[in-house]
């Protein structure tokens, strides 16, 4: 594996970058004062090609790689986390699971949405299946050639905003036996029963709406059914594989906001001036920088590695184990970058005329959402033990978890 940029993906990071700091770093502390989902920071992304940048070029978008959205997604972090976040779900998630395990149709969909500059929502937790999230209980019934849908989902990023919504629910036969956990594909606008019954007031991240959804006999089409190979059964095994590349994109936020704070360091210590000489000339602080560069590359090289890697040979997605050990590193590490970051200013950095508190805000939901740094470790450990996750109910555990031994 190389991690020398091609000309391109340099040229791509060069592009980003430029656009990060003269469009999104003007807005970013607005956005997060407001807390206003960004439309014009959205409008500019989607004229700049990188919503939907990972879209193959037969459904118009650029055929570009995770690698090369996480190129960009680090750019944008440095400057505003809720950018990144943007680019990390209109590029992963929701629309990598669609793009890969989607219908002809199904792809035409959410690549129309996601390039006219819709930021798809992938609903899995509800209020008593968080880390849990095979227990959930929201269900989808059939009923001739449709889905009636029934339950709540919370912590839903985009919630009110995103069109495309991969809904996770246990599904249903006409006789009522359940046939395992499945994809669910709602368009918000067009398909009747999505109601938005509250919005999170969250620590940071604030122009990301989070909130609480409800599904009233949501009636979705069979053929918006997503159906991975393995069908219902491993239905939750095979969706998630997908949500990997969206896990090694939280990481990269994560370490793009902490590349961010240790920029924002470094020019502050040659210019701030103490006993007479820069700060950035006693040793204390040289080994706080010369540390927070060392946590950065190297959880930089952990997320490279997970984005280049495959879960199987016939998979596109980052290994889970990989990409679990990377997202654990880089949301750990970017946390204690940023706040020894924020330490070198001084009291200027505890107030929000700057923007290390805002960073350090941001950077704290990285080891919570999308897999909590504890729950990426039982994944990490039952590999390296080769037993079963404890809590996974046997039905629905992802094949690679088996005990070889079985
Ligand atoms: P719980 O599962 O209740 O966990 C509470 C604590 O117990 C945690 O510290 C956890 O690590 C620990 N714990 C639980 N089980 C174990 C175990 N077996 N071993 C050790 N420790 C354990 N969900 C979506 O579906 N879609 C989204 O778009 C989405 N966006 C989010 C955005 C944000 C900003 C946040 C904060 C969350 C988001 N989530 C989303 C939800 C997120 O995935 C969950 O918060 C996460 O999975 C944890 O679930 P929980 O909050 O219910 O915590």
């Not at 990390?88 to 149709?105: F, R, T, W």
Request: with cysteine.
């Amino acid at each position: 594996m190389s991690l020398t940029l091609t000309a391109d993906q340099s040229a791509l990071r060069e592009r980003a970058r430029d656009f990060a700091l003269q469009t999104v770093r003007p807005r970013a502390a607005a956005i997060d004062r407001n807390g206003d989902y960004p439309l014009d920071i959205v409008a500019a992304l989607t004229a700049e090609g990188f919503m939907g940048m990972t879209i193959r070029l037969a459904y118009g978008g650029q055929g570009r790689s995770f690698f090369d959205a996480l190129l960009v997604v680090e750019e944008m972090a440095k400057q505003c986390a809720v950018t990144a976040r943007i680019v990390v779900e209109a590029n992963m998630g929701a629309l990598a699971a669609i793009m890969h395990y989607g219908s002809e149709e199904q792809k035409q969909l959410a690549a129309a949405l996601v390039l006219g500059g819709d930021k798809p929502a992938i609903c899995i937790s509800e209020p008593d299946a968080g880390s849990d999230a095979t227990s959930m209980t929201t269900r989808a019934d059939r009923r001739g050639d449709h889905f009636i849908l029934n339950g709540c989902k919370h912590w839903i990023t985009g919630a009110g905003i995103s069109r495309l919504h991969l809904i996770f629910a246990r599904a249903f036969d006409e006789s009522g036996r359940e046939l395992g956990i499945g994809g669910f594909i709602a368009i918000a606008g067009e398909d009747d029963g999505i109601t938005v019954t509250r919005r999170e007031a969250t620590l940071g991240l604030r122009g990301m709406p989070e909130g609480e959804l409800v599904f009233a006999d949501l009636k979705i089409a069979a053929h918006r059914v997503l159906a991975p190979p393995g069908g219902f059964r491993n239905g939750f095994g095979d969706l998630m594989n997908a949500y990997n590349s969206q896990r090694v994109g939280a990481g990269t936020v994560a370490m793009g906001i902490a590349a961010g704070a240790l920029d924002e360091a470094l020019a502050w210590v040659k210019e701030r001036h103490q006993f007479g000489r820069p700060i950035g000339e006693f040793q204390g602080l040289q080994w706080m920088l010369a540390d927070m560069q060392t946590q950065l590359t190297a959880a930089r090289l952990m997320l490279y590695a997970a984005a280049g890697s495959r879960g199987s040979h016939d998979s596109p997605f980052p290994c889970p184990n990989l990409a679990a050990q990377a997202k654990i590193f880089a949301s750990e590490a970017a946390q204690k970058i940023v706040n020894d970051a924020l330490q070198m200013f001084g009291a200027r950095g505890y107030s929000n005329a700057l923007p290390l508190e805002r960073m350090l805000r941001d950077v704290r939901m990285f080891t919570i959402g999308g897999g909590t740094t504890q729950v990426l470790r039982n994944l990490v450990a039952s590999k390296l033990l080769g037993w079963k996750l404890p809590q996974a109910r046997d039905a629905y555990a992802p094949a690679h978890y088996a005990i070889a031994a079985e």
